[in-house]
C-alpha cells in the first residue's frame, strides 16, 4: 500500500517539478534503508543468539539432572528408593513445563509442581547425606542436586528474555518509511514493476517473520521443542 502511495507521490512530485523532484533523494533513501539494514542485523543477532542460549540450557538441565541422578547411589541404600522416584517425578514435571506450551496455565501448574518438588528433593538429599558416612555423598551430589536446581531457574528466566516490545514497532515503522521511499523511487518508471512491489514487500515481511519466530522458538515454525528429546530420553532410562 505505502509502495503504491510513495509512486503516486513521486509521480505528482514530478508533475510539479520535473527537473528537480528527485534531487538529493538518493541519499535520504541510502540512510534509511542503511537504518533499517543495521536494525534487522542487530535484532536478527539478537534471536539468534537467545536462540542457540535456549538449546544449550536444555542440554545442560538434562545433563545435570543425569550426573545428580546417577550420584544417588552415593546414599544409603535404604533412601536411595525414594528420592530417586522424587527424580522421576521431577523430570516428569520438567518436561511437561517446556511441553504444555502455549497453554500457560498447564505451564504454570507444572512449574509450581517442580518448583515443589525441588525443595522436597534438596531437604531430603540434605536429611540422606546427614544419615551417611561417606563423606563423597556431601562432596558430589549435593552440588549435582544444586546444579540440578540452577539450571532450572536459568532456562525460566531466559524463557522470558526477549527483544523489547519497542524494537519490533521501530522495525515496523522503518519497514513502511522504506515501503514510502521505496515507491517513491520507482515513481520514474512509466508503469508499475510488480517484481520489485511484491519482492521488496516479501523481504521486509519474511525478515521481521523470522526474528519473531527466533524470539518464540516454542509457538513458531523455528522452534527447540526437537531438543527436548534429551530430556524424554532420559526419563526413559530412569524408570
Known sequence: ?????????????????????????????????????????????????????????????????GTAYLRIDLLPEETQPAIRKYFRE??????????????????????????????????????????????????????????????????????FIHQPFSVFIVLIILALVCSLFAGYGMSVGKSRSWVHFIGFTAAFVISIYVIIDMEYPRIGMININSMDYLLTDLRALIQ
Open 1 to 65: 500500500m505505502l509502495l503504491e502511495t510513495g509512486r503516486r507521490i513521486g509521480k505528482h512530485r514530478k508533475k510539479l517539478d520535473p527537473d528537480s523532484s528527485h534531487e538529493g533523494f538518493g541519499a535520504m533513501e541510502a540512510a534509511v534503508f542503511g537504518l533499517m539494514g543495521l536494525m534487522i542485523a542487530f535484532t536478527f543477532s539478537g534471536a539468534v543468539s537467545r536462540l542457540d542460549q535456549r538449546r544449550m540450557d536444555i542440554i545442560e538441565e538434562a545433563n545435570a539432572i
Open 90 to 159: 521431577y523430570l516428569d514435571a520438567r518436561i511437561d513445563v517446556y511441553q504444555k506450551v502455549p497453554d500457560l496455565q498447564a505451564v504454570q501448574e507444572a512449574q509450581k509442581k517442580a518448583e515443589s518438588l525441588q525443595n522436597i528433593i534438596w531437604k531430603t538429599s540434605v536429611e540422606d547425606c546427614n544419615k551417611s558416612e561417606n563423606t563423597a555423598a556431601k562432596m558430589l551430589f549435593l552440588p549435582a542436586v544444586n546444579s540440578m536446581i540452577d539450571i532450572s531457574s536459568s532456562r525460566m528466566a531466559i524463557a
